[in-house]
C-alpha cells in the first residue's frame, strides 16, 4: 500500500519561512516525479512544483517561481518544498503527490497525472 505523508506545515508571518517535507513509501521513489499542490479555500487546487524523479528538471507555477524550491533525496524516499518569502496568499493545504509518467512542461501541473496523494498540511501566512 502506498503512503505519502506531508510534515512542516504551519503558521508563519507574511516574509518568513517553512519547509515542507513529504516522505512516501509502498513504490520505487525514484521511479516516481513528485509534485507539490495547494489549494485555498474557495478555490481550486493548483500544482505549485514538480520535480523529475532525477531531480534534473524541476518545474514551477509563476506564483511562487523565485520563491519556493523543490528538491528531493531519493536515499530518504522525501522531497522538500522550501518556502520563502511568504505571503498571505501562500495560505493554502498543500499536499505532495506522485506519478508515474513523464512531467513535461505542459503537463506537470495536471493534478490527474499524479496517482497517490497525502492528505495534505496547512499553511496559514498572517498579516
Known amino acids: 500500500q502506498v503512503q505519502v505523508a506531508e510534515i512542516g506545515g504551519g503558521l508563519v508571518q507574511v516574509g518568513g519561512s517553512l519547509r515542507l517535507s513529504c516522505t512516501v513509501s509502498?513504490?520505487?521513489?525514484?521511479?516516481?516525479?513528485m509534485g507539490w499542490f495547494r489549494q485555498a479555500p474557495g478555490k481550486e487546487r493548483e500544482g505549485i512544483a514538480c520535480?523529475?524523479?532525477?531531480?534534473?528538471?524541476?518545474y514551477y507555477a509563476d506564483s511562487v517561481k523565485g520563491r519556493f524550491t523543490i528538491s528531493r533525496d531519493n536515499a530518504k524516499d522525501t522531497i522538500y518544498l522550501e518556502m520563502n518569502g511568504l505571503e498571505p496568499e501562500d495560505t493554502a493545504t498543500y499536499y505532495c503527490a506522485a506519478r508515474f509518467s513523464l512531467p513535461t512542461e505542459l503537463s506537470w501541473g495536471d493534478e490527474y497525472e499524479y496517482r497517490h496523494w497525502g492528505q495534505g498540511t496547512q499553511v496559514t501566512v498572517s498579516s
Open positions: 520535480i523529475s524523479w532525477s531531480g534534473d528538471t524541476t
Open positions: 509502498g513504490l520505487v521513489f525514484d521511479d516516481h516525479a
